[in-house]
């Protein structure tokens, strides 16, 4: 593997740690190889080049080999077709604007129209997203891991088909109850399929499986996230999205709950009763502190206390102390260093606590 020597301890790392049998935390360090940085990974490179599959995967490639991946890091191909690509799939517009890297997905769809949708191998997107697949775990092969692509949750699907979101969408809630719910569990049908057929093209015991938050594990596992509930109350988040999450959580063997920012917070007493998810990985948002930060604290522990697992983003002059703060178990931090110096010591010292 491309800068990792030790990709077989990191795997049996991450089966600890999914196990909760690991009795340290996890640590993802990625630093610049050299110096210092040439290039960022790119994240939106089969976007970017689309539909020239090769160009983005040479471009990952040639990335990678510039990056150090220290503790449980690892190159990390993302198959990143923006978040929501199941809308395209379904009839919405694809708009990728270079510039500021970021995609987004326009539909002009009734809600009877939705009710109506059917999943379809043969979409020209779904079938740029096999190709992606085929040829990415081809060249990755013992270099990288070819990651799961973002389908994103069911009620952001149908807000981007419907058009204008999320204004449309919750027009939809007040003067269209009835026919919303029904094209949600239309969506949500929808979904569950589309994900097994994504586990189906990926399914390789070498690669395993991974996702845009690059935590590996040698079952299937999915990074459940729905930022659409912020604008729900919680009677609403009962009704349109709990019910999704559990069926989720149930029916894939493994789940971390994206938990974006603040503002979803009145949901995670409801997140942290649902048995079968495994953890919470915590963004704190633009503007708001650290994931390295005391503010914190309470928030982490309350999810440790439930038994879930933890995955944070952290800056580097902040990783130890925070992991000093909390229970090292079933953690994973997450954190980017200037330099391979910088890097190596943080590393050295982790590993003088933690052996």
């Given at each position: 593997m491309i800068n990792k020597e030790d990709w077989d301890e990191t795997?049996?790392?991450?089966?600890?740690?999914?196990?909760?049998s690991l009795d340290r935390p996890l640590l993802q360090i990625f630093a610049p190889k050299g110096s210092d940085w040439k290039e960022t990974i790119d994240s939106w490179a089969f976007l970017r080049?689309?539909?020239n599959v090769d160009m983005a995967i040479s471009t990952l490639l040639s990335q990678f080999r510039e990056v150090s991946f220290l503790g449980e890091a690892y190159p990390n191909?993302?198959?990143?077709?923006?978040?929501?690509f199941l809308s395209a799939c379904l009839g919405a517009d694809v708009k990728f604007n270079p510039e500021i890297n970021t995609a987004w997905f326009e539909g002009k769809m009734s809600l009877e129209d939705i009710r109506k949708v059917e999943f379809d191998a043969q979409n020209e997107w779904w079938r740029y997203l096999a190709e992606c697949t085929r040829i990415a775990l081809e060249r990755f092969c013992k270099k990288a891991i070819v990651a799961l692509t973002d389908l994103l949750d069911p009620i952001t699907i149908l807000g981007l088909l419907r058009g204008n979101f999320p204004t449309n969408m919750i027009k939809d809630v007040f003067l269209s109850?009835?026919?919303?719910?029904?094209?949600?569990?239309?969506?949500?049908?929808?979904?569950?399929?589309?994900?097994?057929?994504n586990c189906r093209l990926i399914d390789d015991p070498e690669n395993g499986f991974s996702t845009w938050a690059g935590l590996w594990s040698d079952k299937r596992y999915c990074v459940l996230q729905c930022d659409t509930i912020v604008y729900l109350s919680p009677?609403?988040?009962?009704?349109?999205v709990y019910p999704y999450i559990v069926e989720a959580c149930q029916s894939i063997e493994r789940t971390i709950w994206h938990l974006d920012g603040p503002l979803e917070l009145k949901h995670l007493e409801k997140l942290l009763d649902i048995?079968?998810?495994d953890g919470i990985q915590w963004v704190p948002g633009a503007g708001n502190p650290d994931g390295g930060e005391d503010v914190w604290l309470p928030l982490y522990r309350k999810i440790q206390a439930k038994g879930?697992?933890?995955?944070?983003?952290?800056?580097p002059k902040r990783v130890l102390h925070i992991l000093s703060k909390i229970s090292p178990k079933g953690v994973a931090v997450q954190t980017t260093c200037a330099s391979y110096r910088e890097a190596k010591d943080l590393i050295d010292k982790f590993r003088a606590t933690y052996g």
């Open positions: 795997r049996e790392a991450f089966k600890a740690w999914w196990e909760r080049y689309y539909p191909a993302w198959i990143n077709l923006g978040p929501g109850w009835n026919s919303m719910v029904k094209a949600l569990e239309k969506i949500q049908e929808i979904w569950f399929q589309s994900y097994e057929e009677k609403l988040f009962d009704h349109l048995n079968e998810l879930k697992l933890l995955q944070i983003f952290v800056q």
